[in-house]
């Protein structure tokens, strides 16, 4: 039995009765009290490992059928060892067994190891559909921080900061969205930039918005040009 390690070579030293040994040739009578420390340091690492391998079972039962797939990801996981494939496997066998809060530090672990901003991303957007909304600003903020650019993520954030009460922040999202993409009229960000301008007393900021999609008109269909004139009526309403 390995206890100790040897004071000449620094390999484990064995227990054979009353003595302790090592393969350098060193040994070593061991008096009652050492013999009596050993004895604890057994009880407690006997004692350490069935409590290791008893709360190990207890949280793998928690996974059913999937506790043999799920352990070594797992152990990547706690590890920081995840990697692309072994991400997305654990990711898979946590939302098919709608264990969210798995995904969601499953995307936590790999972002960490990994520093890929298509993986914060689908977690912001991962929160936002939760309705984490703290969570997800958080989240979103360190995606744009690091250069994040994703037009869906910029109006996710807009959206949560709107509801957080930070009017300009919100609107600058708003406004990135929409730069993002020039020629093109998007509905539905573009309905939530003019109501928020509306609705925060900038009026003449909003009419000032409308008359730059005007020449886009003649390039969309019916639906796009009734929303475009809602817009219209709601900024004159406004304003009257």
């Given at each position: 039995?390995?206890?100790?390690?040897?004071?000449?070579?620094?390999s484990?030293?064995?227990?054979?009765?009353?003595?302790?040994?090592?393969?350098?040739?060193?040994?070593?009578?061991?008096?009652?009290?050492?013999?009596?420390?050993?004895?604890?340091?057994?009880?407690?690492?006997?004692?350490?490992?069935?409590?290791?391998?008893?709360?190990?079972?207890?949280?793998?039962g928690?996974?059913?059928?999937?506790?043999?797939?799920?352990?070594?990801?797992?152990?990547?996981?706690?590890?920081?060892?995840?990697?692309?494939?072994?991400?997305?496997?654990?990711?898979?066998?946590c939302?098919?067994?709608?264990?969210?809060?798995?995904?969601?530090?499953?995307?936590i672990?790999?972002?960490?190891?990994?520093?890929?901003?298509?993986?914060?991303?689908?977690?912001?957007?991962?929160?936002y559909?939760?309705?984490?909304?703290?969570?997800?600003?958080?989240?979103?903020?360190?995606?744009?921080?690091?250069?994040?650019n994703?037009?869906?993520?910029?109006y996710?954030?807009?959206?949560?900061?709107?509801?957080?009460?930070?009017?300009?922040a919100?609107?600058?999202?708003?406004?990135?969205?929409?730069?993002?993409?020039?020629?093109?009229?998007?509905?539905?960000?573009m309905?939530?930039?003019?109501?928020?301008?509306?609705?925060?007393?900038?009026?003449?900021?909003?009419?000032?918005?409308?008359l730059?999609?005007?020449?886009l008109l003649?390039?969309?269909?019916?639906l796009?040009?009734?929303?475009?004139?809602?817009?219209?009526?709601?900024?004159?309403?406004?304003?009257?």
């Amino acid at each position: 039995m390995k206890l100790f390690n040897c004071p000449v070579c620094g390999s484990k030293a064995n227990k054979a009765g009353h003595t302790l040994f090592c393969k350098c040739g060193w040994s070593k009578s061991l008096n009652k009290k050492t013999e009596m420390m050993i004895q604890k340091n057994i009880v407690k690492n006997i004692f350490i490992a069935g409590f290791g391998l008893m709360a190990l079972a207890m949280y793998l039962g928690h996974w059913g059928s999937a506790s043999l797939k799920i352990a070594p990801l797992k152990i990547s996981q706690w590890t920081g060892q995840l990697n692309k494939d072994s991400f997305t496997k654990l990711s898979d066998i946590c939302a098919s067994l709608k264990k969210y809060d798995c995904v969601e530090k499953a995307h936590i672990s790999f972002f960490r190891s990994s520093g890929n901003l298509e993986i914060l991303e689908q977690l912001g957007d991962f929160q936002y559909r939760r309705k984490k909304f703290n969570q997800a600003n958080k989240t979103y903020n360190q995606y744009f921080t690091n250069k994040g650019n994703s037009v869906k993520a910029a109006y996710n954030y807009a959206r949560i900061l709107e509801k957080a009460g930070n009017t300009e922040a919100a609107l600058s999202y708003y406004k990135y969205a929409l730069e993002a993409r020039p020629g093109t009229i998007q509905v539905t960000v573009m309905r939530s930039y003019i109501d928020l301008l509306v609705k925060s007393g900038q009026r003449n900021k909003a009419k000032q918005e409308l008359l730059k999609l005007k020449p886009l008109l003649s390039r969309v269909g019916s639906l796009v040009k009734q929303e475009y004139n809602r817009w219209n009526k709601q900024v004159i309403s406004h304003g009257s």
